[in-house]
């Protein structure tokens, strides 16, 4: 599938995920290969036309992670048109809006789901951004804000015409935030009133959930969210479900050295010098004032591997055991040796 000349082969990608896919987690993901697009974390349109370090940092990525989608959030078309710009000029293949988003301090400055309630807005936040740069443009919502108002195939199509590349769906209301199914039918809907590539979005969690979405129905590909935090494998194993062949089962060992090699990389992180970033780490600790001292650094790449975890277990079992006790680390040679001893000192019956 081609998302304007960019060509995304298998039509499976990383859907965004807010405090979820930095750019460790998603080249890590695409290491493990099947994976034909990233989108990062949500961005903030303001935090970019201001020049905000800690903005900046979740817009990072590198080389092997394309192609990648840079997605961003506000409602003010002008300020959305100069922050495609600044995303544009970063190198990134896409750049995608978000009209999904329903936590109350975004959907509130009428940006992520707020802009379903407000369609022609939405379609000239788009409209400014298709003008303003020449990578494509899309758009990623959710069914409608709530059950009375369910417009996600009206959005798509005033989108369309304004100029985006594709659409991703996922089928649930604002309202339900991820209470429910997603609605697989309407997203199939959606895919039957527009030109442009749509992609689904929802409930994925087994890799031949995405094959059988795929060939079930109209959409052009499929992100997935929860589902490659649970097991960032899922990309090859539907690639190999599509082909065909018998996906491999993933070892222990190889669950544990995911791990570690994302804590190798948030400890040593160095991001993308060529756009003139700094360390990532400190600055987020220290929101642009004084580096951070080393404990607050330790701290931070713990968090996020608490975050990873509270999903990553899930799917294993006595996954909360693991869960638990890094909980309570307080270290990262301690978490590192709790990774160690879960998966690899451990019967392989868990
Ligand atoms: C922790 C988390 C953070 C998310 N952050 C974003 C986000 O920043 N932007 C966005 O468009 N969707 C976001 N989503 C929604 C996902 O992209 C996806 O559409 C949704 O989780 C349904 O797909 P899934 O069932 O495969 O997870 C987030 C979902 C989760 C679970």
């Known amino acids: 599938m081609k998302i ?3 060509d995304l082969s298998p039509p499976f990608a990383l859907a965004p995920m807010a405090g979820m896919t930095d750019t460790a987690f998603r080249r890590l993901v695409k290491r493990r290969g099947g994976c034909g697009l990233v989108v990062t974390e949500m961005v903030s349109s303001e935090g970019l036309v201001r020049g905000i370090d800690r903005t900046l940092e979740y817009a990072e990525f590198t080389e092997e992670e394309r192609p990648v989608s840079i997605q961003i959030f506000g409602g003010d078309p002008e300020k959305m048109a100069a922050a495609a710009q600044i995303v544009e000029g970063m190198g990134a293949d896409i750049v995608d809006v978000n009209m999904g988003c329903p936590v109350p301090k975004i959907a509130k400055h009428n940006a992520g789901c707020s802009l379903m309630r407000e369609p022609a807005h939405a379609a000239d936040v788009v409209r400014a951004m298709a003008r303003a740069v020449r990578i494509p443009v899309t758009v990623k919502m959710r069914a409608g804000w709530d059950a009375d108002a369910i417009n996600a195939p009206e959005l798509a199509r005033r989108v369309e015409d304004a100029g985006a590349a594709a659409v991703a769906v996922h089928g649930r209301t604002a309202a339900q935030s991820y209470s429910g199914v997603s609605d697989w039918d309407l997203i199939a809907h959606v895919a039957a009133q527009v030109g442009i ?14 094959v059988e979405r795929m060939n079930g129905g109209p959409v052009s590909g499929v992100l997935v969210g929860r589902g490659a935090l649970r097991n960032p494998w899922i990309f090859e194993q539907a690639t190999d479900l599509a082909a065909g062949r018998q996906p491999r089962t993933i070892t222990h060992e ?97």
């Open 254 to 350: 190889e669950r544990a050295r995911f791990l570690l090699e994302y804590i190798d990389l948030l400890v040593s992180e160095r991001v993308n010098e060529a756009h003139g970033f700094r360390h990532l780490a400190p600055t987020i600790e220290s929101a642009g004032a004084a580096p951070a001292p080393a404990r607050g650094r330790e701290r931070w790449v713990i968090n996020k591997l608490r975050a990873l975890n509270a999903w990553y277990t899930k799917g294993i079992d006595n996954g909360s055991h693991l869960r638990v006790s890094i909980n309570s680390a307080e270290s990262i040679p301690q978490v590192r040796a709790l990774i160690e001893d879960f998966f690899l000192t451990r019967s392989p019956a868990h």
């Open 197 to 210: 590539p749509v992609f689904g979005s929802g409930d994925c969690i087994e890799a031949s959930q995405i």
């Open 4 to 6: 304007g000349t960019i």
